[in-house]
């Protein structure tokens, strides 16, 4: 079981993960997002890890608590399996979220993995997606994203508006998309984008800190504006669409995978989109086991009670939890304490 990790950021949210979790008294503030299963630093502490900020910790051995990344070092093959360490070390190459936003974020985008390696140093770029598990109903207009670029966008438009400051010619820019409970949306890298305030998803994606806004910097010397206007400009792909068009790009269907009399298991996001992560989701009425895939999981139950069980073992498990699976754990299956149990299982690269 994984300990709940708020992480602070520039924006304002979180009441809806409160109550997700069932918090007394939910609000918001500075903590919007909780990072789930992290073996991530934010941004700012990658070169400075005495924080450790942005990994998750874990229980073990009842209430006691360990950090995730050191319990995967102790027997990566275990964590993580024989194939995926064989591909990527002991690097669980996932990163997932709880995002919530009582307020619109800032236009960003984020890099593929060649331009976070020449610009940021990273191995890893940042696509992403999202599934919506919850909007706010207090809000006068219905939750949105900007995703996408509209047709006839060019960069030395875009450049032209940037270099202005101009934010809300830019966002025009961009597709507005109202969004609703159930919603899948993939975000590649390149891709222009903010969540709208109301919007309360989970976030899977590369395991990377990094983002590239739309507002120009003042600064003294002329070479380093230079290069954050190219860093800058250069990490969007000047892709338009007509709406239509970015909808089928963007917003994915879901499909059903497995179907048995005790429940089913639906593939959210997949290889068609992307080969860096995949994402399904497991609604169980009775009972129900999970094919295993020789990796690891990291499961978020967004709906219902019920049992996980392996072999013998029994984890009760309800709404709000969170869990690493390891990959040594090969026969599992779900049992609902009646009703619907709802689960999200975010898997590592190249799996689904």
Same mark, same amino acid.
């Given at each position: 079981?994984?300990?709940?990790?708020?992480?602070?950021?520039?924006?304002?949210?979180?009441?809806?993960?409160?109550?997700?979790?069932?918090?007394?008294?939910?609000?918001?503030?500075?903590?919007?997002? !909780?990072?789930?299963?992290?073996?991530?630093?934010?941004?700012?502490?990658?070169?400075?890890?005495?924080?450790?900020?942005?990994? !998750?910790?874990?229980?073990?051995?009842?209430?006691?608590?360990?950090?995730?990344?050191?319990? @995967? #070092?102790?027997?990566?093959? !275990?964590?993580?399996?024989?194939?995926?360490?064989?591909?990527?070390?002991?690097?669980?190459?996932? /990163?997932?979220?709880?995002?919530?936003?009582?307020?619109?974020?800032?236009?960003?985008?984020?890099?593929?993995?060649?331009?976070?390696?020449?610009?940021?140093?990273?191995?890893?770029?940042?696509?992403?997606?999202?599934?919506?598990?919850?909007?706010?109903?207090?809000?006068?207009?219905?939750?949105?994203?900007?995703?996408?670029?509209? #047709?006839?966008?060019?960069?030395?438009?875009?450049?032209?508006?940037?270099?202005?400051?101009?934010?809300?010619?830019?966002?025009?820019?961009?597709?507005?998309?109202?969004?609703?409970?159930?919603?899948?949306?993939?975000?590649?890298?390149?891709?222009?984008?903010?969540?709208?305030?109301?919007?309360?998803?989970?976030?899977?994606?590369?395991?990377?800190?990094?983002?590239?806004?739309?507002?120009?910097?003042?600064?003294?010397?002329?070479?380093?504006? #230079?290069?954050?206007?190219?860093?800058?400009?250069?990490?969007?792909?000047?892709?338009?669409?007509?709406?239509?068009?970015?909808?089928?790009?963007?917003?994915?269907?879901?499909?059903?995978?497995?179907?048995?009399?005790?429940?089913?298991?639906?593939?959210?996001?997949?290889?068609?989109?992307?080969?860096?992560?995949?994402?399904?989701?497991?609604?169980?009425?009775?009972?129900?086991?999970?094919?295993?895939?020789?990796?690891?999981?990291?499961?978020?139950?967004?709906?219902?009670?019920?049992?996980? @069980?392996?072999?013998?073992?029994?984890?009760? @498990?309800?709404?709000?939890?969170? /869990?690493?699976?390891?990959?040594?754990?090969?026969?599992?299956?779900?049992?609902?304490?009646?009703?619907?149990?709802?689960?999200?299982?975010?898997?590592?690269? #190249?799996?689904?």
């Amino acid at each position: 079981m994984l300990v709940p990790n708020r992480i602070c950021r520039g924006y304002i949210g979180g009441r809806e993960i409160d109550k997700f979790r069932g918090v007394d008294f939910p609000k918001d503030d500075n903590s919007p997002e !909780a990072w789930v299963g992290s073996t991530t630093y934010t941004y700012h502490h990658q070169s400075d890890h005495s924080s450790k900020l942005g990994l !998750a910790e874990a229980y073990v051995e009842g209430a006691k608590k360990a950090y995730l990344k050191d319990i @995967i #070092e102790t027997d990566p093959a !275990a964590y993580l399996g024989e194939r995926h360490l064989a591909k990527f070390g002991g690097n669980t190459a996932l /990163l997932v979220k709880l995002l919530d936003a009582q307020q619109q974020l800032g236009l960003q985008t984020h890099p593929d993995r060649s331009f976070a390696k020449r610009y940021f140093n990273s191995d890893y770029g940042k696509v992403e997606s999202w599934y919506v598990i919850g909007t706010r109903k207090d809000q006068a207009e219905q939750p949105y994203v900007l995703l996408g670029f509209k #047709e006839g966008i060019t960069r030395d438009i875009f450049e032209r508006l940037f270099l202005e400051d101009n934010i809300v010619e830019m966002e025009k820019w961009c597709h507005k998309i109202p969004v609703s409970e159930g919603d899948m949306y993939f975000v590649d890298a390149g891709t222009p984008h903010a969540v709208g305030p109301g919007c309360f998803v989970i976030e899977a994606q590369e395991p990377s800190d990094i983002t590239v806004g739309a507002r120009m910097g003042n600064f003294d010397n002329k070479a380093e504006r #230079e290069l954050f206007i190219e860093r800058t400009m250069g990490c969007y792909h000047y892709i338009g669409r007509s709406y239509r068009d970015n909808l089928a790009a963007y917003k994915v269907e879901q499909k059903l995978l497995t179907k048995t009399n005790g429940g089913m298991e639906y593939l959210l996001l997949g290889s068609s989109h992307t080969s860096f992560f995949s994402i399904t989701r497991v609604d169980v009425m009775s009972n129900m086991t999970v094919p295993y895939r020789e990796t690891f999981s990291i499961l978020i139950v967004i709906g219902g009670k019920g049992k996980i @069980i392996c072999d013998t073992q029994k984890l009760d @498990i309800k709404q709000g939890d969170e /869990l690493f699976l390891p990959a040594n754990v090969k026969n599992m299956s779900f049992e609902s304490n009646g009703g619907m149990l709802s689960c999200i299982m975010c898997y590592p690269p #190249e799996v689904l």
